[in-house]
C-alpha cells in the first residue's frame, strides 16, 4: 500500500463548481499535512497547512482526521485559476537531526472548464 | 527574487554522461532537501542536509548519485555515467531551522532528459 494515495482524477468541473479531494495516508507516525498545489512543469507550491481543527483560507477548506488517517480539500467557487495538480503531503520526522521527509500523493488533476 | 534557484533549468545528456546540479536555497535556511518527480508521480525524497552535513539518503540514491553542500550554503547534486531512467524534474527544497520547521519551499526544479 502507498503511504500516501489519493483520488486518481481527472476532475474537469465547470466555474463556480465546488469540487472536493480526498487523501489517505498509512504511516500513523505522521505529523503534518499539507496540500500542495502543482501547476504543469513547475515546482510544487504550499497552498496549505492541515489540521484537526480544520482551516479555511478563502475559498479553500482543508480538513484532516486523524483516528481515520484522512485528509480533505474543498474548493468552493472554483476559477479557472485554480486548474493544477492538488498534491496531498504528510511529514514525519526522518532518521537524521532535524528531518523532515515529505511523502508526497501522485496528485490529483484539477480542470476547471469556463 | 529570494526564494530557492536552481541551476540549469533544462539539462539534456547522452546516456553515459555525467551532469551536476546546484541548488541555491533561501539564505537563512539550514535545511535542504533534495526530490525526485517523474511524469504523473509526487515528488520523492532523495537526501537531506542540514547545514553541510548529509545526514539522510533514500535507497533511491543510487551509488551513481552524490550530493554536496560542502560550506552548508548551496548544494550540488552529480549523476555519473547517466541513464535513459534517470530522466526526470530534480527538485530542491529548503526549510528553516526554527519555527514550522517542516515547511519546505520548492526550488523551479531542474528537468533532465537523458537520450
Known amino acids: 500500500r502507498k503511504e500516501v494515495e489519493q483520488d486518481p482524477g481527472p476532475f474537469n468541473v465547470p466555474e463556480g463548481a465546488t469540487v472536493a479531494f480526498n487523501c489517505t495516508y498509512s504511516?500513523?507516525?505522521?505529523?503534518?499535512f499539507f496540500w500542495y498545489r502543482q501547476d504543469c512543469r513547475k515546482e510544487p507550491k504550499l497552498l496549505m497547512s492541515?489540521?484537526?481543527s480544520g482551516n479555511e483560507d478563502g475559498r479553500f477548506t482543508a480538513q484532516l482526521n486523524r483516528a481515520s488517517q484522512y485528509i480533505s480539500l474543498l474548493i468552493r467557487d472554483s476559477k479557472l485559476s485554480d486548474s493544477a495538480t492538488y498534491l496531498c503531503?504528510?511529514?514525519?520526522?526522518?532518521?537524521?537531526?532535524?528531518?523532515?521527509?515529505?511523502?508526497f500523493g501522485k496528485g490529483t488533476k484539477l480542470s476547471v472548464i469556463p | 527574487d529570494t526564494g530557492v534557484s536552481q541551476d540549469p533549468r533544462h539539462k539534456i545528456t547522452k546516456r553515459g554522461q555525467n551532469v551536476t546540479f546546484r541548488c541555491d536555497p533561501i539564505?537563512?535556511?539550514?535545511?535542504l532537501y533534495w526530490y525526485r518527480q517523474t511524469l504523473g508521480q509526487g515528488p520523492e525524497f532523495l537526501t537531506y542536509?542540514?547545514?553541510?552535513?548529509?545526514?539522510?539518503k533514500s535507497r533511491l540514491l543510487s551509488d551513481r548519485f552524490s550530493a554536496e553542500r560542502p560550506k552548508g550554503s548551496f548544494s550540488t547534486l552529480e549523476i555519473q555515467r547517466t541513464e535513459q531512467g534517470d530522466s526526470a524534474m530534480y527538485l530542491c527544497?529548503?526549510?528553516?531551522?526554527?519555527?514550522?520547521?517542516?515547511?519546505?519551499?520548492f526550488g523551479p526544479g531542474t528537468r533532465l532528459t537523458v537520450l
Open positions: 527544497a529548503s526549510s528553516p531551522s526554527g519555527g514550522i520547521t517542516d515547511t519546505q519551499y
Open positions: 504511516n500513523s507516525a505522521s505529523q503534518s
Open positions: 492541515v489540521y484537526s
Open positions: 503531503v504528510v511529514t514525519r520526522k526522518g532518521s537524521g537531526a532535524g528531518s523532515y521527509q515529505l511523502t
Open positions: 542536509f542540514q547545514n553541510e552535513a548529509q545526514l539522510e
Open positions: 539564505s537563512e535556511h539550514n535545511r
